[in-house]
Each structure stands twice: as C-alpha cells, then as structure tokens.
C-alpha cells in the first residue's frame, strides 16, 4: 500500500479535502478570540495554507471527476 497513492480515488480525494477545510476552519475559528497580534497572524496562516491546501486537493477531486466522464 503506497502512502501516497499517484492515482488517488474520487472518495479519498474528497475526504482529504474536507479534511483540511476542516483544519482550516479550526485555527481562523481560534483566531477571532486571540487578543495578541502576533498569535493571531500566525492562526490566520496556518488557517490559510491549510485552506488553499484543501482548495488544491478539490481541484484533483474534479480533475478524477472529469476525467471519469470522458
């Protein structure tokens, strides 16, 4: 079993997407109460890198999906 597979399914692509929009959403949710600026930016990064993350992986989602459809 290769750890990261060259030709992932549709339902392992999708679950890891939703995988890190959900680890995106945790540390921007834990950076509306942070009152340091410094905490904050840092939440607000990772929240970010692991939201583009999940945007990159959904991209691979409909790229499995349209190229099924052919």
Do not use: K
């Not at 890190?20 to 904050?40: C, F, K, M, R, T």
């Not at 945007?55 to 459809?69: A, C, K, Q, S």
């Amino acid at each position: 079993m290769e750890w990261y597979p060259s030709q992932p399914t549709i339902g392992r692509a999708l679950f890891g997407s939703l995988i890190l929009g959900v680890l995106a959403a945790v540390p921007l949710y834990w950076s509306i109460d942070e009152q340091d600026g410094g905490n904050q930016t840092f939440l607000w990064v990772l929240g970010c890198l692991a939201g583009v993350l999940a945007v990159v992986r959904f991209g691979v989602v409909i790229h499995l999906l349209l190229e099924r459809r052919r």
